[in-house]
């Protein structure tokens, strides 16, 4: 797998421009795109959140079908845990924050943050279509463990297990139709302590220092 990680969540790319970079990735021997969309779709489960110049689910469609007839594998990455500003920013959705103060990151222990995830979930599965692979993001949840419901099974476990339960709850429900998840490694490897918890069948996505 040699991919590319498309990342809009600080731009919102024009398709002709992301056409042209498809091409160009694909000439150079890329063979995986990794789209991390964000509000840059108009979604159903989620619609107070998308940009106003989101592309609609046709319109995104055309550009996964250049991915495969360009043999670019596309992976969805979805944030399941930290850099949810997009969503928590409103109101509607600020019970699900992890602090009151922070947009940061959701609450993995907030009841309604699990059928949330899972609603939106199935969502991208349907436009993706027929998938491998599906990250789950879930890094950089720096304030994982500090609200008073979280802080109380931390206690009780560890911050280790309150984050594994939570990847294991949203990987599960993939694994059982052969799609393989992802998840970035930086959680795991900072709080191993209940790694032993996490499914084997989730794959780590870690960043290596170039050598070069």
Request: with cysteine.
């Amino acid at each position: 797998m040699i991919g590319f990680h498309i990342d809009m969540n600080t731009a919102q790319f024009q398709g002709e421009y992301l056409e042209t970079w498809l091409r160009e990735l694909a000439h150079r021997g890329y063979d995986t795109i990794i789209w991390e969309i964000e509000n840059n779709v108009h979604w159903e489960t989620c619609p107070e959140c998308c940009s106003p110049d989101a592309f609609t689910k046709n319109e995104f469609k055309k550009l996964l079908d250049l991915c495969r007839k360009l043999k670019l594998e596309p992976i969805p990455l979805f944030q399941t845990l930290g850099h949810c500003e997009y969503v928590l920013k409103h109101e509607k959705y600020s019970h699900l924050k992890e602090l009151p103060k922070s947009l940061q990151q959701y609450c993995p222990m907030n009841p309604d943050l699990r059928p949330f995830l899972t609603r939106w979930i199935e969502e991208y599965l349907d436009l993706f279509g027929e998938v491998k692979y599906f990250h789950l993001g879930a890094d950089e949840a720096w304030s994982l463990g500090r609200c008073e419901t979280c802080r109380e099974y931390v206690n009780a476990h560890s911050l280790s297990e309150l984050y594994m339960r939570h990847m294991n709850f949203l990987a599960h429900p993939l694994i059982s139709r052969g799609i393989t998840p992802i998840i970035w490694a930086d959680m795991v490897l900072t709080h191993p302590e209940a790694m032993d918890l996490l499914d084997r069948r989730i794959m780590l996505f870690d960043l290596v220092d170039d050598p070069g």
